[in-house]
């Protein structure tokens, strides 16, 4: 069974930084896009950012661009750089390993990782 663990949240100020980290297990790790995901109170579930198993292709949802960084390593991570944090970045942060690059359909979940923005 893959499991994901996410590490790294937390509380920070407004305008602070964060990395997310997120351990994969029990996956050709290198053949599958990876993403995080984000669920804030009272919210659904959105998609944040995803990157190709060769770490050539990124995007990110348009209220993160410019500010967070995705990346992976040959190991079995995958990174999120969250920099100049709003309080509105508050919410529970989910990494995935998705279908294909081109999707965001999502085959296996980590359990998330809370991170909390204080104004």
């Known amino acids: 069974q893959v499991q994901l663990v996410e590490s790294g949240g937390g509380l920070v100020q407004a305008g602070g930084s964060l990395r997310l980290s997120c351990t994969a297990s029990?996956?050709?790790?290198?053949?599958?896009?990876m993403a995080w995901f984000r669920q804030a109170p009272g919210k659904e579930r959105e998609f944040v950012a995803k990157?190709?198993?060769?770490?050539?292709?990124t995007r990110y949802t348009d209220s993160v661009k410019g500010r967070f960084i995705i990346s992976r390593d040959n190991a079995t991570n995958t990174y999120l750089q969250m920099n100049a944090l709003k309080p509105e970045d508050t919410a529970v942060y989910f990494c995935?390993?998705?279908?294909?690059?081109?999707?965001?359909?999502?085959?296996?979940w980590g359990k998330g990782t809370l991170v909390t923005v204080s104004s």
């Open positions: 995935a390993v998705l279908k294909w690059y081109g999707t965001t359909d999502v085959q296996f």
């Open positions: 029990k996956l050709t790790f290198s053949k599958y896009a």
């Open positions: 990157i190709s198993g060769a770490a050539v292709n």
